[in-house]
């Protein structure tokens, strides 16, 4: 295998997105050509994307006008496997099988597509599972970031026999180019605070549920000696609903909110503790990273991913969903009795992005031969 392409909606700041390009580099620098397409021109990773990579975007806004610029694209390309990302645009992957016979098909799934679209109506509900028990049993191989994933995938009409898990990697804190702390008020005010430091990040979308984070904090508050700083790294549509939340529970100097960063790593070293609030996960790429630095995690129990990655509350506090009372429990717990550190990077080297570019390069393997 020379060639391989990473197919994924565009480059922002998201977990599926730094996946495949901490994957694209993986394989870069075992010498293979590596090509990353998106569909959108959005570059906000660009930082972390190895030069020797070719990064294209077909530039479109429309999935139907995805599959004529795809199909051109394979056309004018010898790639020796493609590896595509998230439905739908592993839908829109399985034409290119119509017009080349070389090319090995990977799906990988990040998202627990039932928990993803549960608000969506019955009739897209019908035809996401008719979608799925038709195309996922087309590519050569497809990989879900947890078993929660495979399962709801399977539950679908997925075959079975050609999903295998592997989980997310996490590069080691020597790669990337940024390994210093971006400068703001309210992350001058978070650092030089005297009290437990603690840190949420993802997008500011109902799906991470920070709301369920504050109100906890708030109970908290309310309840315990302890005194808190929060930093929630991250930005969205939900961020005037969190905003509204914070001012309603006056809690503006306790809750703040300076946006994306480039780097989360020099944060979480500074944290006493990170916070996931969501209603559901894929797999939960932040937690393996607070692991990697030996910081305690205090996750909700959500559907796929956390549970897995703490040994089902071995080496994390777990939580009810969408309670903040049960949340601010937990974090009580894991400030009282913090886990061992070494315990925590030990379980991070599971993750490791060699580890888990090897498991990728041996499905690959088995595809070609």
Known sequence: ?????????????????????????????????????????????????????KVISLNKRRLLNVIPALIRFIKSKDID??????????????????????????????????????????????????????????????????????????SKGAKRSIIETIYNPLPSLGEGKFRKMEKSTEITKWINSKDKKIISIGELKKQKNFCNLVEAISFFNKNYSYKLKVIILGDGTERASIESTIKKEGLEETIYLPGWVKDPIPFLKESDLLVLSSDYEGFGVVITEALSVGVNVVSTDCQSGPREILKNGELGYLCEVDNPEDLAKSIKKALDKPINKEKLISRSKDFSLETIGMQYQELIDASIR
Not at 115 to 138: D, G, P
């Open 1 to 53: 295998m020379k060639s391989i392409c990473f197919f994924i909606y565009d480059l922002k700041i998201g977990g599926a997105e730094k996946v495949a390009i901490y994957l694209a580099n993986y394989f870069s620098e075992k010498n293979k050509e590596v090509t990353l397409l998106t569909v959108a021109d959005n570059n906000d990773l660009s930082h972390i994307i190895n030069p020797k990579i």
């Open 81 to 154: 496997c493609f590896i595509s990302n998230v439905w739908p645009l592993t839908i829109v992957s399985s034409f290119i099988l119509l017009f080349s016979r070389k090319v090995k098909l990977v799906f990988v799934e990040h998202c627990n597509l039932s928990q993803e679209f549960k608000n969506k109506n019955y009739l897209f509900k019908i035809l996401q599972n008719i979608s799925i028990s038709i195309f996922y049993r087309l590519p050569h191989h497809v990989v879900t970031v947890s078993e929660g994933v495979k399962e709801d995938l399977i």
